[in-house]
């Protein structure tokens, strides 16, 4: 069982940028592909990145590519998403999420925070 809590999720500005965090609580933190999706109103669940247990892979959704960067520190069972350029569309609930292996599909994730809601203003 993992436990995964979001923080870091806010309202800023649009050209602003903001991180987020996630931790996780267990000991096999290193053994899971670790994403982020989120979900704004209205509108399904969209994939943002991936990363691997051992942090060497990542993988970005089409519309975050360049701006966002995904990493982890597994010494302190935590994910980060650095999201920079924040533009009004980037505004939704975003749920960091852990699955046992590195992929962009969201039902093979078993594991989901409760989510954090970042908000870009124009």
């Known amino acids: 069982q993992v436990q995964l809590v979001e923080s870091g999720g806010g309202s800023v500005q649009a050209g602003g940028s903001l991180r987020l965090s996630c931790a996780a609580s267990g000991r096999t933190f290193s053994t899971y592909g670790m994403a982020w999706f989120r979900q704004a109103p209205g509108k399904e669940c969209e994939f943002v990145a991936v990363i691997s247990g051992s942090g060497s892979s990542t993988y970005y959704g089409r519309s975050v590519k360049g701006r966002f960067t995904i990493s982890r520190d597994n010494a302190k069972n935590t994910v980060y998403l650095q999201m920079n350029s924040l533009e009004p569309e980037d505004t939704a609930l975003y749920y960091c999420?852990?699955?046992?292996?590195?992929?962009?599909?969201?039902?093979?994730?078993?594991?989901w925070g409760q989510g954090t809601q970042v908000t870009v203003h124009s």
């Open positions: 999420a852990a699955s046992r292996t590195y992929v962009t599909t969201i039902t093979l994730y078993d594991y």
